[in-house]
């Protein structure tokens, strides 16, 4: 069968495939009733630090490339992993960068304002608009799209997390990866869980899982919204939408798994159990995870191994979207005074 992905404009950004590698330290450290563990290393997809971003910017700058535009327009929280790769990927492709940086996180660590994420966009070049937590970004975005155009550019918008449909053909691809990895070692049975937020990483994952039937599972872990069921709701709409633009037919509802209960009080806001989880996993493996995502993700997939959520014989892949940036924001959780 040809590739169906084939058919949408692609700018070569990532560095495929990144390493699967088992995790033998950390399984031996959750006791002998633990699954085999991997990890997919897409904290490994280059681009001026990482994480998966870059497979959704492919496309995302693929078809910014194609509709001619010069200029892209993104958004996310002061240490938003999305704007970061998103002003790399502007650079690598001669575009501008402008990103709407909201400072909406209820945090106020010593570094979270001036370093992780915020320093490398700066030093990326990218033009930034920092807007109070109860500013209007909408608003923003249409002076700064009314602006691009006229200076006579072109703009091209991208939302939070670059989740639309072409954002997650980067990880129905990337489902495709994984699939045929385990396929070759022989992995049958298996899990791929994840850090869910914005909802495109999610949405291409299970997109990928309806063209490849045979692979592993699909389950999130949500890291972002207070409203899981609302969050899985829009997750299944673009999931849908997706399938629909590839020309396969919509995942089913109950496809989405979504893990609920490692947020903590808010997005952006550290718990005891991540900071736990970052340090388990760089003290076993050696491999950094991030305070905002992974961190948090990584803690939902512990507890579910710890309540013998998954079977035995199900191999777990952990995917490692990123992030890790964003520990130097969140330097007071972790440095030992
Ligand atoms: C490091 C990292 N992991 C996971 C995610 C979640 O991906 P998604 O927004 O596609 O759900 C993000 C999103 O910003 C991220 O930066």
């Not at 997919?40 to 630090?49: H, V």
């Not at 736990?276 to 995502?293: F, H, M, R, S």
């Amino acid at each position: 069968m040809s590739d169906p992905l084939g058919a949408f404009p692609r700018f070569p950004l990532a560095h495929v495939p990144t390493p699967l590698t088992e995790m033998k330290r950390l399984r031996a450290s959750l006791g002998p009733s633990c699954p085999p563990l991997f990890i997919k290393r897409d904290d490994c997809t280059g681009l001026a630090g990482g994480g998966n971003k870059t497979r959704k910017l492919e496309f995302l700058i693929g078809e910014a490339l194609a509709e001619g535009c010069d200029t892209i327009v993104t958004t996310g929280a002061l240490q938003s992993n999305h704007a970061r790769q998103t002003a790399a990927a502007a650079v690598a492709a001669g575009l501008r960068a402008t990103l709407v940086l909201v400072d909406m996180v209820p945090y106020d660590g010593e570094k979270y304002r001036r370093s992780g994420n915020r320093l490398l966009d700066d030093i990326l070049g990218a033009d930034i608009h920092i807007i109070p937590p109860d500013g209007n970004p909408v608003a923003v975005f249409k002076e700064l799209m009314a602006d691009s155009a006229a200076k006579g550019r072109k703009a091209y918008f991208t939302p939070a997390g670059g989740s639309t449909v072409t954002g997650s053909f980067g990880y129905a691809a990337a489902y495709i990866e994984i699939a045929d990895e385990l396929a070759a070692r022989g992995i049958g049975k298996s899990r791929i869980v994840h850090a869910s937020s914005s909802g495109g990483t999610q949405a291409g994952l299970v997109v990928g899982h309806c063209m490849r039937p045979d692979g592993p599972a699909v389950h999130g872990i949500n890291v972002y919204r207070l409203d899981a069921d609302s969050m899985k709701a829009d997750i299944a709409k673009l999931a849908a939408a997706t399938a629909e633009k590839i020309g396969i037919a919509a995942p089913s509802a109950d496809a989405i798994l979504l893990e609920d209960g490692f947020v903590g009080p808010r997005y952006g806001v550290p718990t005891p159990e991540m900071v736990e989880a970052v340090e388990l996993v760089a003290q076993t493996e050696g491999i950094l995870l991030d305070p905002v995502y992974t961190g948090k993700g990584m803690a939902g997939f512990l507890s579910l191994i710890q309540r013998g959520a998954f079977a035995q014989d199900e191999t777990q892949v952990f995917l490692h979207t990123g992030g890790m940036p964003g520990l130097f924001a969140y330097e007071d959780e972790f440095l030992r005074k």
